[in-house]
């Protein structure tokens, strides 16, 4: 497993930017499909996000495509969440998470960050 530490989150206004960032430690970072969760209260935690190991391909969910950007980078055992546009539906914990496979989304995610709250005011 891979340890993984989310950062960036806030609040913002709507039609604002935020970037979140998750930091990974561990052996085989580059091994992981990495995506991106969110959960907000009352609801079910859903994929917003999903980038293959090597990072030239990635996959959205329909309610953030066109305005949210995942990205890594295998040197810096980094992953990104660009947000852009954003709207008071984007609030929500968003968390970071890895699954060893080639694929685009994993069949399990076996490691997951604490989370960062993001908050979009209207």
């Known amino acids: 497993q891979v340890q993984l530490v989310e950062s960036g989150g806030g609040l913002v206004q709507a039609g604002g930017s935020l970037r979140l960032s998750c930091e990974a430690s561990g052996r085989s970072f580059s091994d992981y499909a990495m995506a991106w969760f969110r959960q907000a209260p009352g609801e079910d935690r859903y994929l917003v996000g999903g980038?293959?190991?090597?990072?030239?391909?990635?996959h959205y969910d329909a309610r953030v495509k066109g305005r949210f950007t995942i990205s890594r980078d295998n040197v810096k055992n980094m992953v990104y969440l660009q947000m852009n546009s954003l709207k008071p539906e984007d609030t929500a914990l968003y968390s970071c998470?890895?699954?060893?496979?080639?694929?685009?989304?994993?069949?399990?995610?076996?490691?997951w960050g604490q989370g960062t709250q993001v908050t979009v005011a209207s």
């Open positions: 998470a890895g699954g060893p496979s080639r694929t685009i989304i994993a069949p399990r995610y076996n490691s």
């Open positions: 980038i293959n190991w090597s990072g030239d391909s990635t």
